[in-house]
């Protein structure tokens, strides 16, 4: 493929009977119905959101009842989704994604300066920026992302898993932020939570890195600090 070449994917199906949280509330439900809603909206409202926000669905399909579905869009058509279970057990997330998908791309200002990349899909929704759904960067991801024509920051994570994604954005030449976050505060929706969306966006600008040496003692700064959290 030349370069300049357009990153498609096809459309792909939401759950069974899954629509948007805000129409689910103006909905009259049985009460088994309504608690396993319950949970999902109480989940969405912790976490720092609107439950009733574009992004938010949800099905009483048996396996989704407990679970938040996000779409995932490119340009503007549903090409998949994830289905985060908001209570205890195993799978955390039911997905259905083409390979090396960047969630949130449709939704970036064409007026910004900056990208925010972060691993999670409610990172982006937190930061206003775009998620990887994975700790590591494809080919095809770098491509939609430079695509956008900002300047790039990546939000790792702050665990262990966060330096592979350190490690691929310094060979891609993007910027890498090191927030001066408290050690409870692991991700970037929780730091949205914890100090606010400006806060961390302006804390990712002044803290990102450039370049492997920078990034490198930056890096081992940051599991200095994780490796204090764990003793």
Known sequence: KESNSRVTFDDKKLPEGALPIREWI????????????AYVVE???????NPTDEN?????LD??????ILPF?????????????????????????????????????????????????????ATGGVALLTNRIHEQQAKIINQLGREVIVIPDQDR????????????DWGVAFPN???????????VNKYGELFVLVDAIQTAQHGSIKCEIAKKHMLNRIKQNEE
């Open 63 to 68: 396996g989704f009842e407990s679970r938040v």
């Open 26 to 37: 103006e909905e009259d439900l049985d009460l088994n119905t309504e608690t396993a809603l």
């Open 181 to 191: 976050w408290d050690l409870d505060v692991k991700d970037a929706n929780d730091a």
């Open 43 to 49: 989940y969405i409202v912790n976490r720092g959101f």
């Open 161 to 172: 898993a966060g330096t592979n994604l350190i490690n691929d954005a310094v060979d891609l």
């Open 73 to 125: 869009k490119f340009h503007n058509r549903i090409v998949g989704y994830t289905a985060r279970k908001v209570t205890a057990g195993k799978p955390k997330y039911l997905s259905e994604q083409h390979p090396n998908f960047v969630f949130n791309a449709d939704r970036q200002n064409p007026d910004q300066r900056f990208v925010f990349v972060c691993e999670g899909p409610f990172d982006a929704l």
């Open 56 to 60: 938010f669905y949800w099905s009483p």
